[in-house]
Structures are given as structure tokens and as C-alpha cells.
């Protein structure tokens, strides 16, 4: 089975196709937050009916729906089936954007300041809810700035355990991390499996024996279920491998002329980083955006 679909396709045949009653979820997932909700209320309103997310537990959350909201494969391409029109994507980017502005001035959350680069960067691995920015002791010379799961406490009750960072820790997580692959950039190339222009030439071969089986009536052999799910790995590699030569490409130009990183690059770390993930048992995963990870310990 192929990896990283996102909920509301499957595989059938060997092809990656439309689920049907997934897909009609994820439209109403778009449709409510069009229409006012927000996305805790939609995770909570999924969560009550059971419905079953991505791996197929009932629990959703305020992250796992933000990240439904801005996954663009729902727009289709020569891999997925088109599930959100584009004026409609387009319009819950807008809204989103239009939220967090208003987020970040409420007067319901005095305590946090304007948006962080870290902002919807950094996830818990425990529940899955973006961790958020808080300041303790507010004027005060003790003031300090940390970073804690939206669900550590909900009414006042402490609903997830998961660390409370400080920002200077997670600034130097950062720079650790970029330092780490500076000294061995060769890794960034190392999830290189096959050329593209060698899977086109595969797939042209796997066309060819396809429609030779189907012209000859044998629809229900075991060759052709077998070839039709190649052809389908074949495309979502090459698909894969474009997005992740176009990514390295864009970190190595970002750290282009770099040696040693000394303080936090708050631009690079925009440009360069897809999220951090932070597990209770000290583990923080950083994810660069062509899908590389490297694993800091927190202590």
C-alpha cells in the first residue's frame, strides 16, 4: 500500500481512487468552516460521531482538521482526483489567514503576543494539536515566552501532558539541527531511488503490456492487477521524487555560503523547516520540507 494518501482517497486496483463517503466528509469538512466553524468545533462534531480519521481512530483534532484545510492534493492532479474546487480551497485559505490575524489580537488571550515563525510549526505527537506561544509573567522582568499543546489544559483542566518549551529551546533545536545536516549534506540526496526519466521509460513499458492485456479480454488476470498497481506506484514516485528534488533544491539554496549556524535565522527557518513534532518522552522531530527528518532529544 502506498504511503501518505490523504484521507478520502484509497487504493482499488492498484489505482489511488475516490472514497466516496471520506471525500463527502472532507467536502463538509471545507463547507462548515466556509459557513462559520471553527476548526475545534468541526474536529469535536467528528470526534462525537465517530467518524474514523486518517488512521482510522475517532479522535480528531483542531490540527489534523487544519492540515485537511490546506493539503492542495484535494485539488487534483495526475495522481488524485479532484475533491475541492479551487474557488473554495481559495476562500478557506483567505478565511484562515483572516482568523489568525483576528486570533493573534483577541482580548480572550492577553497572553500571547504576535504571530511566531513557529506558528502551526510545531506539533504534538502525543494528540496532534499545534503547540502555541504563551507569555508567563507579562511586564515583568521575568517575563518569558513559552510554547505548549492548544489541549494542555481545556476549562482549566489539564487534558494533554506533553512538554512545555521555552522558545530559546526551541530556537536551538533549530540551529542544532541545521548545524547537524551542514556537517553531512549529503543526506539530503540520499532518498534518491530512481531517475525520472527511467520511471517514465518503466511506465511506457507498463502501459504498453496493460493495454496488450486488455485488448486481448484478460481483464481478470492476475498480470494486469499487478501491473495496473506498478503503474500507479510508478506515478506517485515520480510524483514524489519532483516535489522532493524541488524542495532539496530550495534547502540547499537557503543554506547556500552557510558553515555554522551561530543564532536563530527566523527567515531561514521559514523557508527551510515543514514542522517540528514533540513527543512527552523528549524527542522533538525536525522535518525539513522535502520530507527529510532528523530527531533532536530535549533535556
Known amino acids: 500500500m502506498l504511503k501518505h494518501i490523504p484521507i478520502g482517497y484509497k487504493i482499488s486496483d492498484g489505482k489511488i481512487e475516490v472514497d466516496t463517503e471520506k471525500a463527502r466528509v472532507i467536502?463538509?469538512?471545507?463547507?462548515?468552516?466556509?459557513?462559520?466553524?471553527?476548526?475545534?468545533?468541526?474536529?469535536?462534531?467528528?470526534?462525537?460521531?465517530?467518524?474514523?480519521?486518517?488512521?482510522?481512530?475517532?479522535?480528531?483534532?483542531?490540527?489534523?482538521?487544519?492540515?485537511?484545510?490546506?493539503?492542495?492534493?484535494?485539488?487534483?492532479?495526475?495522481?488524485?482526483?479532484?475533491?475541492?474546487?479551487?474557488?473554495?480551497?481559495?476562500?478557506?485559505?483567505?478565511?484562515?489567514?483572516e482568523r489568525n490575524k483576528k486570533y493573534a489580537r483577541t482580548k480572550e488571550n492577553p497572553n500571547r503576543k504576535e504571530e511566531s515563525v513557529f506558528m502551526e510549526k510545531v506539533i504534538c505527537g502525543e494528540c496532534g494539536e499545534f503547540y502555541r506561544k504563551y507569555i508567563t509573567d507579562v511586564g515583568k522582568p521575568e517575563e518569558k515566552i513559552v510554547w505548549k499543546c492548544h489541549n494542555h489544559t481545556y476549562q482549566r483542566k489539564m487534558q494533554c501532558k506533553n512538554l512545555i518549551l521555552y522558545e530559546r529551546e526551541l530556537e536551538d533545536r533549530f540551529i542544532e539541527t541545521v548545524n547537524s545536516l551542514l556537517s553531512r549534506m549529503w543526506v539530503l540526496d540520499r532518498n534518491k531511488k530512481e531517475k525520472p526519466s527511467r520511471l517514465n521509460m518503466g511506465i511506457r513499458n507498463l502501459e504498453e503490456r496493460i493495454k496488450?492485456?486488455?485488448?486481448?479480454?484478460?481483464?481478470?488476470?492476475?498480470?494486469?492487477?499487478?501491473?495496473?498497481?506498478?503503474?500507479?506506484?510508478?506515478?506517485?514516485?515520480?510524483?514524489?521524487?519532483?516535489?522532493?528534488?524541488?524542495?532539496?533544491?530550495?534547502?540547499?539554496?537557503?543554506?547556500?555560503?552557510?558553515?555554522?549556524?551561530?543564532?536563530?535565522?527566523?527567515?531561514?527557518?521559514?523557508?527551510?523547516?515543514?514542522?517540528?513534532?514533540?513527543?512527552?518522552?523528549?524527542?522533538?522531530?525536525?522535518?525539513?520540507?522535502?520530507?527529510?527528518?532528523?530527531?533532536?532529544?530535549?533535556?
Open 27 to 97: 467536502k463538509k469538512i471545507f463547507n462548515d468552516y466556509l459557513k462559520g466553524s471553527s476548526m475545534k468545533k468541526i474536529a469535536r462534531d467528528l470526534t462525537e460521531i465517530e467518524f474514523p480519521n486518517k488512521t482510522n481512530k475517532t479522535n480528531w483534532y483542531h490540527g489534523s482538521i487544519g492540515r485537511i484545510l490546506e493539503d492542495r492534493k484535494y485539488l487534483g492532479d495526475e495522481i488524485y482526483s479532484q475533491i475541492i474546487d479551487e474557488e473554495s480551497f481559495k476562500e478557506v485559505e483567505k478565511r484562515r489567514k
Open 212 to 299: 496488450e492485456l486488455e485488448e486481448n479480454g484478460m481483464y481478470s488476470s492476475k498480470e494486469l492487477s499487478s501491473l495496473i498497481f506498478k503503474r500507479a506506484r510508478a506515478y506517485y514516485d515520480i510524483s514524489k521524487i519532483d516535489d522532493y528534488d524541488y524542495m532539496t533544491k530550495k534547502i540547499k539554496e537557503g543554506l547556500r555560503d552557510k558553515y555554522r549556524l551561530i543564532e536563530f535565522d527566523g527567515d531561514l527557518f521559514k523557508k527551510i523547516i515543514g514542522k517540528m513534532t514533540v513527543y512527552k518522552d523528549g524527542n522533538i522531530e525536525v522535518e525539513f520540507i522535502n520530507g527529510l527528518i532528523l530527531e533532536k532529544e530535549y533535556k
